[in-house]
């Protein structure tokens, strides 16, 4: 979603001074869980039915939301736009993370979605020529780093099982990462302005749309559990629609600078979460790399410099929505 907006008033009421850290730790936690609920839903349903679940959960949620702000008319005047980044931003990715999460535990998925913000540097890098300073490529190169670093061995330990599945997870996950960083830009270029509301409604209708018949083609034969369901519901409400507007209230309250810091949150909420609900290993190795992409991160969005750059660096585009 866009990293400006003109949609002050949401539907929630606006926070007082420096309530804005409320919002960041929530954010942080819901986003953090959805990587629990996209495993437990998609174990059942499968990747493509569990992700248009989501979002068709999440559309529902905001669409009543949509029309008691007024921003219909908003809506319709930029349903193409945000409905084609609803694709990047959420179906696509969304998908991608529920197929790894077939593999790979929750907690190594989170730790692999902190790299959006330097996919976002780098299709800005391309696109808008927004080229970053030294300390930020630098932030790039150890970020990746990390990532690598955290494939191989994921690679390894998952061999003997089941082949290359470990590999091809990471790879998908890397895959929803560079999704969201292109919706980033795009919208950036396409919606900038546009309500945040309206793009987060118009977003999930999009995502739900391209979905929807693959949905239908691998729809699970035996129903899905009622624990599938809640996981999902939770998910489209709360981990979606919810996260939404939180989102996009911190940029308007905190700045996209300190909005950028919720990733660093989110791997730790959801590791925790993996550990106590689902029993999760969290091995040395994973930890290590997890530091080591977080450095990254925090470079390569500018948080963190290793030198002054004159005249000062544009700010990066905020995390993606999960």
């Known amino acids: 979603m866009s990293t400006t907006t003109n949609d002050n008033t949401t539907a929630l009421p606006s926070p007082k001074p420096k309530a804005w850290l409320i919002d960041l730790v929530l954010l942080g936690a819901l986003w953090g869980a959805s990587f629990l609920f996209m495993r437990i839903g998609a174990a059942e349903f499968g990747a493509l039915p569990a992700a248009a679940v989501r979002v068709a959960v999440a559309t529902l949620f905001l669409l009543p939301l949509l029309?008691?702000?007024?921003?219909?008319?908003?809506?319709?005047?930029?349903?193409?736009?945000?409905?084609?980044?609803?694709?990047?931003?959420?179906?696509?990715?969304?998908?991608?993370?529920?197929?790894?999460?077939?593999?790979?535990?929750?907690?190594?998925?989170?730790?692999?979605?902190?790299?959006?913000?330097?996919?976002?540097?780098?299709?800005?890098?391309?696109?808008?020529?927004?080229?970053?300073?030294?300390?930020?490529?630098?932030?790039?190169?150890?970020?990746?780093?990390?990532?690598?670093?955290?494939?191989?061995?994921?690679?390894?330990?998952?061999?003997?099982?089941?082949?290359?599945?470990?590999?091809?997870?990471?790879?998908?996950?890397?895959?929803?990462?560079?999704?969201?960083?292109?919706?980033a830009s795009a919208t950036r270029r396409y919606l900038g302005g546009v309500p945040a509301l309206t793009t987060a409604t118009g977003s999930q209708i999009g995502a739900t749309l391209f979905l929807a018949l693959p949905a239908l083609w691998f729809w699970p034969a035996q129903m899905p559990s009622l624990r599938a369901w809640l996981a999902l519901l939770a998910l489209g409400i709360a981990c979606t629609g919810l996260a939404y507007i939180l989102f996009f209230r911190l940029i308007a309250n905190a700045g996209p600078a300190r909005a950028l810091t919720v990733t660093f949150l989110v791997p730790v909420f959801a590791v925790f979460y993996g550990a106590v609900f689902l029993g999760e290993n969290i091995t040395q190795w994973m930890l290590i790399c997890a530091a080591v992409i977080v450095c990254g991160v925090a470079l390569s969005t500018g948080i963190v410099k290793l030198w002054p750059r004159a005249g000062g660096a544009a700010a990066t585009s905020p995390p993606r929505p999960r």
Do not use: E
């Not at 005047?77 to 959420?90: D, E, F, T, Y």
């Not at 990532?147 to 290359?164: C, E, I, P, Y």
């Open 67 to 183: 029309f008691m702000r007024g921003h219909g008319a908003a809506l319709a005047q930029h349903w193409k736009a945000s409905m084609a980044i609803g694709v990047l931003n959420s179906g696509i990715p969304f998908a991608l993370f529920c197929f790894a999460l077939l593999t790979i535990n929750s907690g190594l998925a989170a730790v692999i979605n902190a790299t959006v913000p330097m996919f976002g540097a780098l299709v800005a890098w391309a696109w808008f020529r927004d080229r970053p300073d030294g300390s930020r490529i630098v932030g790039l190169v150890i970020g990746f780093a990390g990532v690598a670093m955290l494939a191989s061995r994921s690679a390894g330990l998952h061999a003997s099982a089941d082949g290359n599945a470990a590999l091809w997870a990471v790879l998908a996950c890397l895959g929803a990462c560079a999704s969201y960083g292109v919706a």
